[in-house]
């Protein structure tokens, strides 16, 4: 196996161990039973239990990310944004425990999972930002904030969501679409 084939076969096995206990949990020695082999092989691909850790979380990112791209096909903006939402919550109801390890990261005093959750977050910003114009609304300093406040929101909604479960999926994932368009008109009329 080369050595990048490797390194994705660890971090898919420790995406998959995600699924059953928080991130920072996952064994090392089970990581390399798992893969077939030694401890000592697996440190070769990371420095440290937490560069492994930071590794996945880092792949939960990216697998969230692409998983939520939103669809270029479609023209309206709101439809676009609510079946990127409706994949956000399918993608975090299907990893929550791994989810909850990156947004966790926020308050991490790591540097290194501190960034994961900043790229990420900046990444999600981007997106909007690319078709808020399409709602007739200009990304000003306030419309920014707006949207990275909006990103919040989102993250806590489904956080209490997954624990209450008091709405429908339908219900939380157009309560989060509805809220961006209203948020980011309301800024940019604060900013007039």
Not at 39 to 65: E, T, W
Not at 119 to 129: G, K, L, N, P
Not at 153 to 168: C, G, K, L, R, S
Request: aromatic share 6%.
């Amino acid at each position: 196996m080369s050595p990048k084939a490797r390194r994705e076969q660890l971090i898919e096995l420790g995406l998959t161990m995600t699924r059953e206990c928080p991130i920072e949990e996952v064994s090392i020695d089970a990581i390399a039973d798992a893969a077939g082999v030694s401890r000592a092989l697996l440190f070769h691909y990371f420095d440290s239990k937490q560069d492994f850790v930071v590794a996945l979380a880092q792949a939960q990112a990216d697998q969230m990310l692409a998983c939520t791209e939103p669809d270029p096909t479609l023209d309206d903006p709101i439809e676009m944004l609510e079946k990127a939402m409706g994949a956000f919550i399918d993608y975090v109801s299907d990893n929550r425990i791994a989810y909850m390890a990156v947004i966790r990261g926020a308050s991490s005093s790591d540097p290194a999972m501190r960034a994961v959750f900043d790229s990420t977050r900046a990444a999600m910003a981007e997106r909007i930002f690319t078709h808020v114009p399409a709602l007739g609304v200009e990304v000003t300093p306030i419309v920014r904030l707006a949207v990275h406040g909006w990103i919040a929101f989102v993250e806590e909604t489904a956080i209490n969501w997954f624990t209450t479960q008091d709405i429908t999926r339908d219900e939380l994932v157009a309560l989060v679409t509805a809220a961006l368009p209203a948020l980011a008109a309301g800024a940019a009329l604060t900013a007039t």
